[in-house]
């Protein structure tokens, strides 16, 4: 499937949004990064769930969502194996999916705290 051109990078967080909102994700943050100098992508999602089932369930939701409506897949996946920390790479956006104790450990919103941190309400 090649990737379209046609959804630009706020139609494509838009949809990574209401993915995880659909599969009950918690503390849902989008952070802002295409202004930071040298970052690596313009979004980071980051989001956790309950279980390694809520953690799968989110991954599968984000990526048939955005293979349907965006005609796009991941360019990269890491992590599905233990579900613990799932990296899904759309090269402008990069989403994490964790289950809580991981994302507590990591603290990425305090690592990428140079960009626009925005709390997103998990009610559609």
């Known amino acids: 499937m090649e990737q379209s051109d046609s959804f630009n990078v706020a139609q494509k967080r838009e949809l990574i949004l209401e993915a995880i909102r659909e599969k009950k994700g918690h503390q849902i943050v989008s ?28 991954t599968e939701s984000i990526e048939k969502k955005l293979k349907e409506e965006a005609l796009t897949r991941a360019h990269h996946v890491e992590g599905l194996q233990n579900s613990q920390w799932v990296l899904l790479d759309y090269f402008d956006i990069l989403v994490h999916v964790f289950q809580e104790e991981f994302r507590s450990f990591f603290k990425l919103e305090e690592l990428w705290a140079d960009g626009k941190v925005i709390r997103v309400t998990e009610k559609s």
Do not use: K, Y
């Open 31 to 58: 952070i802002d990064l295409s202004e930071v100098e040298n970052s690596i992508c313009d979004f980071f999602i980051i989001c956790h769930g309950e279980s390694v089932t809520q953690v799968g369930a989110i």
